[in-house]
Structures are given as C-alpha cells and as structure tokens.
C-alpha cells in the first residue's frame, strides 16, 4: 500500500480532494476523517490555507492608502470646560 495522504474535505458524501491532487479516475482511496477541533491551531491553520490568495500590488495599494490616512493621535481632554449635567450621566 503507498504511503502517500491527500487532504481533502467531504461534500454531500462525495469526498473533494484538494486543487492539485491528481489521482486516476477507478483509483481505489481509503479514507480517513480527521478530527480536528474547531479553533484549534491545526483547524484555524487549514482554514487560512483555503483563503484566497490576495495579489501583492493589492496589498501595497492598501498600505499606502493606509500610510496616507494616518495622523497624529489627538491628546485627549483631560479636564471639560463644561462639566457633565445630570442629564448627561
């Protein structure tokens, strides 16, 4: 028996095999399920892998549009000139 694993994940009991995985049509599989717990590290790990890939330039437009937006943070208002009303509690 080969020792060779595929990933793959079930769909309406049809077993879809990651994009890539070439197996012949009649080849005969035994499947395993994988228990993973949801949000463990291996879980959130296959999770991003499924993600599409962003272009590069996308990222570089979002980081520059970023870099442009950024300011100085503003002080915050230590003392009010107006002190709060019961209203406004």
Not at 32 to 44: K, M
Not at 55 to 82: K, N, Q, T, Y
Request: proline share 12%; charged share 25%; glycine share 8%.
């Amino acid at each position: 028996m080969a020792e060779t694993a595929y990933h793959g994940v079930v769909r309406g009991s049809v077993v879809l095999l990651d994009e890539g995985t070439a197996l012949a049509d009649g080849t005969e599989v035994l499947v395993t399920p994988v228990n993973v717990p949801r949000g463990s590290p291996s879980a959130v790990l296959a999770g991003l892998r499924k993600l599409p890939k962003v272009p590069r330039e996308w990222v570089d437009e979002l980081e520059h549009g970023i870099a442009e937006g950024r300011r100085p943070p503003s002080r915050p208002v230590m003392f009010p000139d107006d002190p709060p009303t019961q209203e406004e509690d």
